[in-house]
Nanobody
């Protein structure tokens, strides 16, 4: 089992910044990728950004140039730096850890961007 704990969400004005953190513990060996997803109110969960074990990254078009995903392997933590936030970025943000045959989710952290 992999246990994921997110932090860093909150309320911010449009144009502001937040940094989300996701700390992984448990059976973290063989995690192939970690990512951030979000679920806006009334909508489906969507991929925001992902980073593989070798450092390759992938971003949703809607956040390219504004968000950056990174990882600190020594701390087993993945970060999502979010800049130039927009009201449409408002959502619950979830951390995900993927293995070949399993996927794990954090509890989610709310990000609210006011206009």
């Amino acid at each position: 089992q992999v246990h994921l704990v997110e932090s860093g969400g909150g309320l911010v004005q449009a144009g502001g910044s937040l940094r989300l953190s996701c700390a992984a513990s448990g059976s973290i060996v063989s995690i192939s990728a970690m990512g951030w997803y979000r679920q806006p109110p009334g909508k489906q969960r969507e991929l925001v950004a992902a980073i593989t074990s070798d450092g390759s990254t992938n971003y949703a078009n809607s956040i390219k140039g504004r968000f950056t995903i990174s990882r600190d392997n020594a701390k087993n933590t993945v970060y999502l730096q979010m800049n130039s936030l927009k009201p449409e970025d408002t959502a619950v943000y979830y951390c995900n850890a993927a293995k070949m045959y399993a996927s794990y989710w954090g509890q989610g952290t709310q990000v609210t961007v006011s206009s």
